[in-house]
C-alpha cells in the first residue's frame, strides 16, 4: 500500500502528549484535539482519535484499547502515532496533494532516535519536507520575544508530559532544563491522593478538571471547593465527596515543588550577563501547565523575579511553529539540525 498523500498545504505541528494542534498556512489554528486514539486490539485498526477517542475512556469493551502514544514528550508507538498523523491531517485537508514542507515542534532534550521517528511519522503521512523545532523555542516566538537579539530571554513552557524551561539569545538555547513533571504528573498526583487520603478510585478525566478547576499552587484568597464522584474502595459502591482547594493543593505540592526547583536550577546555570537581561524581563510561561492558578506567584515569591503567563499559554508553541512555518527563512537559524539532513 503506498503512502497516503495528505497534506493539502505546508503546516505546523504541535505533537504533544496532551494534545495535537494543527496550524496551516494562512488559516492559522485549525486543529486542537487530545492526543488520544482508540483502535481495535487485535488488528489495530483505528476507531477514533481526539475528542471522539477521549469521550470514550474507561467506557469501552475489552477488544477496543484507547492510548495516548506519545510519553513524557516522546513517541511511545510509532505505528499508532502515525495513524492518528493521518486522520488528524486529513480532517484539515482540502485536497490529496502533499506539502512541500511541515515544521514540528519537539522536546529540547530530543535524541537522534527520536528525531527520526517524529520525521519518519511526518513523510509516511505525506509531507515532503520535515523540520523540528524545539518546543521552548517554538514557545518563545509564539509569545512574541524577540529570540534574534543578543538578550536573554527566558521560558517555562509546562506541557503535557514535560516541562521544558530554557534560557534563548541570538537563536539559540543557551542553557535548558527539561524534566518529566508536568501536566500529566499533577494529574496522577491528584488520583493518588484521593486513593490514598479518602479511598476514593477517580479516573484521569475526574483528576484533570478537578486539577483545573481548583488546583493551586498558593493559598487562594477563597478557597474553593468541589464535588467528586467516585468509587469506593472499602465497599465498592460509587461514592461523592466534596474537597476544597486546599487539599487538592496538597495533592499537587510536590510536583509544583519539583518544577519550581527546576526553574531555580537553571537560573543557576544561567551566564551572568544573560541573568542581568531575565532580572530585568523576568520569566515567562507558556503550555496548559501555565494556568495553574497561582504558579505565577510560586514562582515570583521563590525566585524574586518577574513571572508573567503568556496570553493563550496553550496555544503559544502552535502559533510559534506556525510563524516559524510562515517566514522559514528568517527563522531558520532557530530550527534544530539532525545529522540525516
Not at 57 to 68: E, F, L, Q, S
Not at 278 to 300: F, N
Request: glycine share 8%; proline share 3%.
Amino acid at each position: 500500500m503506498g503512502v497516503l498523500k495528505l497534506f493539502s498545504n505546508d503546516v505546523a505541528i504541535d505533537l504533544g502528549t496532551a494534545n495535537t494542534l494543527i496550524w496551516m498556512k494562512g488559516k492559522q489554528i485549525v486543529l486542537n484535539e487530545p492526543s488520544v486514539v482508540a483502535f481495535d486490539r487485535t488488528t489495530k485498526h483505528i476507531i477514533a482519535i481526539g475528542k471522539e477517542a477521549e469521550a470514550m475512556v474507561g467506557k469501552t469493551h475489552r477488544d477496543v484499547k484507547i492510548i495516548r502514544p506519545l510519553r513524557d514528550g516522546a513517541i511511545a508507538d510509532f505505528e499508532i502515532t502515525e495513524g492518528m498523523l493521518r486522520a488528524f491531517i486529513r480532517k484539515v485537508s482540502l485536497s490529496w496533494q502533499p506539502a512541500k514542507r511541515v515544521v514540528v515542534c519537539v522536546p529540547s532534550g530530543i535524541t537522534e532516535v527520536e528525531k527520526r521517528a517524529v520525521r519518519d511519522s511526518c513523510e509516511h503521512a505525506g509531507a515532503k519536507e520535515v523540520h523540528l523545532i524545539a518546543e521552548p523555542m517554538a514557545g518563545a516566538i509564539g509569545i512574541g520575544l524577540n529570540v534574534h537579539e543578543a538578550t536573554g530571554n527566558m521560558i517555562v513552557d509546562i506541557g503535557g508530559g514535560t516541562t521544558e524551561i530554557a534560557v534563548i539569545a541570538l537563536d539559540k538555547i543557551v542553557a535548558d532544563e527539561s524534566i518529566k513533571t508536568a501536566g500529566d504528573e499533577l494529574t496522577i498526583d491528584v488520583i493518588k491522593y484521593f486513593r490514598s487520603v479518602h479511598n476514593i478510585l477517580i479516573g484521569d478525566r475526574t483528576a484533570e478538571i478537578i486539577k483545573c478547576q481548583v488546583g493551586s499552587a498558593v493559598p487562594l484568597e477563597e478557597e474553593l471547593e468541589i464535588e467528586v464522584k467516585g468509587r469506593d474502595l472499602v465497599s465498592g459502591i460509587p461514592k461523592a465527596i466534596r474537597v476544597t482547594s486546599a487539599d487538592v493543593r496538597e495533592a499537587l505540592a510536590e510536583s509544583v515543588n519539583e518544577i519550581v526547583e527546576a526553574v531555580i536550577t537553571l537560573l543557576e546555570k544561567t551566564p551572568p550577563e544573560l541573568a542581568a537581561d531575565i532580572y530585568d524581563r523576568g520569566i515567562m510561561l507558556s503550555g496548559g501547565g501555565a494556568l495553574l492558578k497561582g504558579l505565577d506567584e510560586r514562582i515570583r515569591r521563590q525566585t524574586s523575579l518577574p513571572v508573567h503567563v503568556a496570553d493563550d499559554p496553550l496555544t503559544s508553541v502552535v502559533r510559534g511553529t506556525g510563524k516559524v512555518l510562515e517566514n522559514l527563512v528568517e527563522y531558520s537559524a532557530v530550527l534544530i539540525k539532525s545529522s540525516r539532513y
